[in-house]
């Protein structure tokens, strides 16, 4: 019984092992793109592109991004009324443009007609991106985060696999693993994936398990109100796994405090990024990318 067990083991850790060898590799490609993420000890992430210069979710802003040396772009996705999958945050056009309604209620033709506003509230001559043209534009030059993307993955993959841009996205989801394991149980070995956990929750540690031991993650982004989780104090678990820690800088109910504008605006960076660095960070989401950039490369921590 115990010979039939261990072959079973070996085995089931083969079929894993090919499976995971199957998987596209974030930022696998070759070019300065992947050997400036293979120097960085620190990746950084611009929220919505750079938004503080450019219409959010924009081609600009993402590029201008790129151009800053991010690692990753960050955008969400939407479906229009005719099944395109296109970059915008809201699930209506209101804030953004000069339009009004839900994405779903247009066309891709109508949202055309609509231009982005930018962060003063300007009306622009940018218009809202499908993911094939944001795809087609930052390849080889930037990773991509596709937020709000759970319910489009498989349209999303088949856009990827269109562009040749597979080894630069990152899929994401707040689900656990038997959530994702249920809408996606094929797909879900095709892509790079992040899980994403809420600390604050009970139960956070045994979602990062259930994952740790079922699947090949990227990385794990762990939001918190507040810093007192154990998982916090101590997720070298998470790092020796080869999975990268992601933390968000942005806002700080995301990071207990310790965010973008105490360090800008307060100059506390010890408490700011430092802190999130100090707690396991390998990925930090910011709304502050050339500041960030700007003292991670003073601390030898990014290319």
């Known amino acids: 019984m115990l010979q039939k067990n ?5 085995l089931l850790l083969a079929i894993a092992a090919k499976t995971f060898s199957q998987q596209p590799v974030l930022g696998g490609q070759t070019g300065p793109l992947a ?7 620190i990746w950084v992430v611009a929220h919505r592109g750079d938004w503080r210069n450019e219409p959010e979710n924009s081609v600009r802003g993402f590029l201008s991004a790129a151009a800053m040396g991010v690692d990753m ?16 945050h809201d699930d209506a056009i209101d804030r953004t443009t000069n339009g009004k309604g839900r994405v779903s209620d247009y066309t891709l ?6 231009g ?26 930037v990773l991509v985060n596709l937020d709000k993307s759970f319910p489009y993955y498989h349209e999303a993959l088949a856009i990827l696999k269109e562009t040749g841009t597979l080894e630069q996205a990152l899929f994401k989801s707040e689900a656990g693993y038997g959530v994702l394991n249920q809408q996606y149980p094929l797909l879900k070995d095709s892509i790079v994936y992040m899980a994403v956990v809420d600390l604050d929750k009970a139960g956070a540690k045994d979602t990062i398990d259930g ?3 079922k699947m090949k993650v990227f990385a794990f982004e762990l939001n918190f109100k507040t810093d007192s989780s154990r998982v916090l ?15 968000n800088s942005l806002w700080a109910s995301l990071n207990g405090g310790h965010e973008d504008d105490k360090a800008v605006e307060e100059g ?24 960030l950039l700007s003292y991670l490369r003073s601390k030898k921590l990014h290319e």
């Open 268 to 291: 506390d960076i010890a408490d700011s990024w430092g802190w999130l660095i100090d707690h396991g960070a390998t990925v930090l989401q910011t709304d502050r990318p050339v500041a």
């Open 6 to 10: 261990a072959f079973l083991t070996i």
């Open 109 to 114: 033709q109508e949202l055309k007609t609509f």
């Open 211 to 213: 994952y740790l031991q």
């Open 35 to 41: 050997q400036r993420l293979k120097k960085s000890k």
């Open 116 to 141: 982005l506003r930018n962060g003063l509230g300007r009306v622009t001559t940018n218009r809202i991106p499908t993911l094939r043209e944001v795809m087609i534009a930052l390849k080889g030059k």
């Open 73 to 88: 772009v960050e955008l969400d996705l939407k479906k229009t009324k005719d099944g395109e999958i296109v970059v915008m």
């Open 233 to 247: 104090t101590d997720n070298t678990f998470i790092r020796q796994t080869g999975a990268r820690v992601w933390m």
